[in-house]
């Protein structure tokens, strides 16, 4: 329920903004439309043809956001992995707790993790590896 009037209707009984209220209701001003043309209608066979060719556009397109997808988790994860192994490193020559550069290089690791997953496909246990990857990482930068 989303708080409007009209959100538990069914779609058939909403009302569109064409005769919601204030809109006029008459046609006088619309212009006529032209009768349809028969060279508009379309064969069984060129609906089922657009069907498959549609079909075909839905799958390319799903191909394209999940090779996006991938890419985008695998670059994520190496950019973290490598963020966390540049702080690990940096935490070990100085005067930090032990325990610093260890969550630093265990997070970095997990991010390693999450881009073999993203580079793999697993995109959605690649994002909960990248947070997992960084929470740790945000624990060491809470030790220091």
């Known amino acids: 329920m ?16 064409d005769t919601a209220e204030g809109a006029p209701e008459t ?6 439309r032209a009768p349809e043309d028969a060279s508009e209608d379309l ?28 890419w985008a988790a695998a670059g994520t994860g190496i950019v973290l992995a490598l963020a966390g192994t540049a702080a690990a490193l940096l935490r070990v020559s100085g005067t930090a707790p032990a325990l610093v550069p260890v969550a630093y290089a ?4 997990v991010c390693a993790l999450a881009a073999v997953l993203g580079a793999r496909g697993r995109t959605r246990r690649a994002l909960w590896a990248a947070v997992a990857g960084v929470m740790i990482m945000a624990l060491g930068d809470q030790f220091d």
Do not use: M
Request: proline share 7%.
């Open 2 to 17: 989303s708080g409007r009037p009209d959100s538990d209707l069914t779609p058939d009984t909403q009302t569109s903004p």
């Open 106 to 109: 265990c997070g970095a690791a």
């Open 43 to 70: 064969s069984e066979a060129d609906d089922q043809h657009d069907d498959e060719h549609d079909d075909e556009h839905d799958g390319e397109l799903l191909e394209e956001q999940a090779r996006r997808a991938r």
């Open 27 to 32: 046609t006088e001003d619309a212009p006529e």
